[in-house]
């Protein structure tokens, strides 16, 4: 299942199209494969995880899968993605002195409420 974080950084032509893009992601109808996805890491030694959006079209991330990806950020293309994964993690290790980037989003979700 994809889960959307509160705090989704948004990079490129998608600042402008970010309701689009999830509500095609959620149907699976995302026909462009430029977008990029940042989400927590599914390997604990990794920082993030950088997803090609077209893969979420494959059956292994339909909602009744128990390994949910959890979206921070989306970016128009690969290199707009890995500057937006740079950008996530100074600011993680600037406010929390970490690299846990999990960790603190979860506590950002925690204090937006």
Known sequence: MIEWDNNLRLRGK???????IKKLVEKRKLRSV??????FPSNK??????????E????HYRKDHTDNV???GIADN????TE???DIIDEVYRESGTFDVERY?????????
């Open 78 to 81: 690969r290199e707009e993605a």
């Open 34 to 39: 430029g977008y990029y996805a940042l989400a």
């Open 45 to 54: 030694e990794n920082i993030l995880d950088i997803y090609n959006m077209g």
């Open 56 to 59: 979420f079209l494959f059956a």
């Open 84 to 86: 937006l994964a740079r």
């Open 14 to 20: 998608a600042r402008k199209k970010e309701k689009k």
């Open 70 to 72: 959890h979206v921070i």
């Open 105 to 113: 989003f979860r506590k950002c979700s925690e204090s937006s409420y």
